[in-house]
């Protein structure tokens, strides 16, 4: 059974950086799609980084530059370094994993779309950035 867990949330400053970390474990399939998503009070679920197995990333534009999705093959875990944070970048912050990367959108560049075929989530870590 793949399990997620998330880790390295909390509360800076806007300006400040934060890196999240995504523990996963019984997925044994070479090949993968992830992704961070992230869902903020009274907002939908929305995608914020995704990566595959063979280097493709892609980010959602509000976090272009600012934010570096990584994965540690050696250490089964899925990285999100945070930079210039901002309060809009307040938001429960999820990792995903497609157990079906074939299908995976993140290959097309298209994070939004990724949630839909994320099928194993973590439970969630808060974010939270003041002014």
């Known amino acids: 059974q793949v399990q997620l867990v998330e880790s390295g949330g909390g509360s800076v400053q806007a300006g400040g950086s934060l890196r999240l970390s995504c523990a996963v474990s019984g997925y044994t399939y070479y090949k993968y799609c992830m992704g961070w998503f992230r869902q903020a009070p009274g907002k939908e679920r929305e995608g914020v980084a995704g990566?595959?197995?063979?280097?493709?990333?892609t980010y959602a534009d509000s976090v272009k530059g600012r934010f570096t999705i990584s994965q540690d093959n050696a250490k089964n875990t899925l990285s999100l370094q945070m930079n210039s944070l901002k309060p809009d970048d307040t938001a429960m912050y999820y990792c995903?994993?497609?157990?079906?990367?074939?299908?995976?959108?993140?290959?097309?560049?298209?994070?939004?779309?990724?949630?839909?075929?994320?099928?194993?989530w973590g439970k969630g870590v808060l974010v939270t950035i003041s002014s």
């Open positions: 995903a994993v497609d157990s079906f990367p074939e299908r995976c959108v993140v290959r097309n560049g298209n994070i939004a779309g990724a949630i839909y075929g994320m099928d194993y």
């Open positions: 990566i595959t197995s063979d280097g493709i990333k």
